[in-house]
């Protein structure tokens, strides 16, 4: 009686491992297949973008620091994107700040109603709006997506029909405008 359990045990362990195995097998074919090699052509010329020169050293540049007690209202910032207006636009765990180059504007949930958290995670530019004249940002908290337009802030929520309100990601899709939004 003894020896029968172990012969039983051991042949569904062997069972077991058999179909480990064919599923590790036939789950591999499928993930093989979309890791595909891509040859992706360069750029053309016309398209390149003027950045920092490689064969330059990088104490070569200028850099400056700016923290609290120059007025930025958070020593963290999470995201950082530049405006076709000039503006630098900060992401930090205490809201969505401004840079003129000189002064720090603040935009949090104690001044901006539509603001429910602080905490900004994502920020672009609308690229797909009327340049200078209708320029927006988007930019995700853990309280939604929002939008700022013309000095109007617009927030969307799970109530709008956002998958989460942890916003991840944001991508705009430089082929139609999309806006591709990543939640949690």
Not at 71 to 99: A, D, H, K
Request: contains cysteine; glycine residues 8%; positive net charge.
């Amino acid at each position: 009686m003894k020896s029968t359990r172990t012969l039983v045990f051991i042949g569904h362990s062997a069972l077991l491992w058999l179909i480990f195995f064919i599923a590790c097998f036939v789950g591999a074919v499928p993930l093989s297949a979309q890791h595909q090699p891509v040859n992706i052509p360069p750029p053309p010329q016309s398209a390149q973008v003027p950045g920092l020169d490689p064969s330059v050293s990088i104490a070569r540049y200028t850099q400056r620091i700016w923290k609290t007690e120059h007025g930025l209202p958070q020593n963290s910032v999470w995201t950082i994107c530049q405006t076709r207006n000039g503006y630098m636009w900060m992401g930090t765990e205490e809201g969505l700040v401004r840079f003129d180059g000189v002064r720090f504007s603040m935009y949090n949930k104690l001044n901006t109603p539509a603001l429910k958290n602080n905490w900004v995670s994502e920020l672009i530019e609308d690229n797909w709006s009327d340049h200078q004249n209708n320029s927006s940002i988007w930019f995700g908290t853990n309280g939604g997506l929002h939008r700022l337009q013309n000095g109007v802030f617009t927030s969307y929520t799970t109530n709008d029909g956002l998958s989460g309100n942890l916003i991840v990601s944001l991508l705009q899709d430089r082929r139609d405008g999309s806006l591709w939004i990543a939640t949690r």
